[in-house]
């Protein structure tokens, strides 16, 4: 019998909900063993397949698909220059395609590959968004209803362009797709050139879980994301302000530029901090877990290369007493999700997984995708990855496109200077 070889390797660009994602099929000679992985970096889709498939693609031809670290190895020093979102997002989908495959030649799904459960399912937490308080609420109960415990926060600035709020008929943020939520489908959205301003943000946050704290009570877990969005100094004041409300974590209140203030973060304040949405290095995060400056790693995986980077990331964090929450939003394709799934299910430090709720569409496109019950997220107990595409129904749903082909637009202070997003 012939060995296992790889034959092909190729990037499938579909958008069912009109978020750009890249997923990547290996093939072998082996027609019915193939493998998909998520390689969606939707601000940047197209260079990522090129980076597949003209530079990555021809040093897998032929190779054996079980050599999972060598092949990761070899292509991610391959470029001699190392990470960086293009590169890794291509060498993602490749290695959880190769776990995919080998998964589904043991016949179990990978979760077993990686130690097995210590879990049966994981918690999740989903957005409430709004034009006011009220509305925020109005949000937060409806998931509550649903028997979700854990509940990220936003409300709109009214006149700016904020940052994860979305109410009536104003986009999320400008020129990003709207975040799913129940009994929302996302849309595309055209860019929107609105002004941003850091004071009137950092008055209406703490009012925000003043009034969530007084309407929905202790019981329910609240998270808020900064978003890099204000200075260091800023991000220091919010999170001590923020204390009194017992928020669950406070996600990026640092760009990945101003690690240097985290020592400083951690002195004033008790909030338990979640970090590293923007990260393509570990060089980035080495320093915060060891030194115990953060307490949730929330990387997007397939942003630091896969899987296989991911589970090691996971293992050096649990020695420090830090948790994982990986980035999961709908530019993470349902074959992403489950990357994530198989690490919250079999990784000790799990802390809790960002939930994007996948339409009817979606789950079409994407047979297997992850499914969310009692307000948890369950993995089925498919060999590999669990999730597959229907390539001829991917096909009916091309990339949108507009003027910035998927870039997040510029967002300004009201004196024009360009901020972080």
Not at 96 to 117: C, E, H, N, S, T
Not at 147 to 169: D, K, L, M, N, P
Not at 180 to 208: D, F, I
Request: charged share 20%; proline share 6%.
């Amino acid at each position: 019998m012939p060995r296992l070889r790889i034959t092909n390797v190729r990037a499938i660009c579909t958008a069912p909900e009109g978020i750009r994602l890249v997923v990547v099929k290996i093939e072998t000679n082996e027609p019915e063993i193939y493998g998909l992985g998520c390689a969606t970096f939707t601000q940047r889709p197209l260079a990522v397949v090129e980076a597949l498939e003209t530079y990555l693609k021809p040093q897998l031809i032929g190779r054996d698909p079980n050599d999972i670290e060598d092949i990761y190895q070899t292509c991610y020093l391959s470029s001699y220059w190392r990470t960086g979102p293009i590169m890794n997002n291509a060498l993602s989908g490749v290695d959880q395609a190769l776990w995919d495959i080998k998964g589904k030649r043991a016949g179990m799904p990978v979760y077993q590959l990686l130690g097995g459960k210590v879990r049966t399912a994981a918690t999740v937490y989903t957005h409430a968004s709004g034009r006011d308080v009220q509305e925020v609420e109005e949000h937060a109960r409806m998931l509550m209803g649903l028997g979700f415990t854990h509940i990220r926060a936003q409300v709109e600035i009214a006149g700016y362009s904020t940052y994860g709020a979305q109410g009536g008929s104003e986009p999320a943020d400008a020129g990003t797709p709207v975040q799913a939520h129940v009994g929302h489908r996302p849309t595309h959205l055209e860019p929107v050139q609105r002004p941003w301003h850091e004071s009137s943000y950092l008055r209406a946050v703490p009012k925000l879980f003043e009034h969530l704290r007084m309407t929905l009570g202790d019981e329910v877990e609240l998270l808020h994301d900064i978003h890099e969005r204000v200075s260091p100094i800023q991000a220091i004041g919010l999170a001590k302000e923020l204390e009194q409300f017992r928020l669950y974590f406070l996600e990026d209140p640092l760009a990945p530029e101003d690690i240097g203030w985290f020592p400083r973060l951690r002195q004033q304040t008790s909030i338990p901090i979640a970090m590293g949405e923007l990260f393509v290095n570990q060089t980035e995060w080495e320093t915060l877990i060891k030194d115990r400056l953060i307490d949730y790693i929330r990387v997007h995986i397939s942003a630091i290369g896969g899987l296989s980077i991911a589970r090691k990331l996971a293992a050096f964090a649990e020695f420090f007493g830090v948790r994982t929450a990986w980035h999961g939003p709908g530019d993470v394709s349902p074959i992403g999700h489950a990357a994530n799934l198989h690490l919250d299910i079999s990784s000790t430090n799990f802390g809790i997984q960002e939930l994007h709720l996948f339409n009817d569409t979606a789950r079409e496109v994407f047979p297997g995708t992850p499914e969310v019950r009692d307000g948890m997220l369950w993995c089925n107990d498919k060999p590999g990855l669990g999730v597959d595409i229907d390539e001829k129904l991917a096909a009916k749903y091309p990339f949108p496109e507009h003027e910035l082909h998927g870039a997040f637009p510029a967002v300004r202070r009201i004196d024009g200077s360009v901020i972080r997003w």
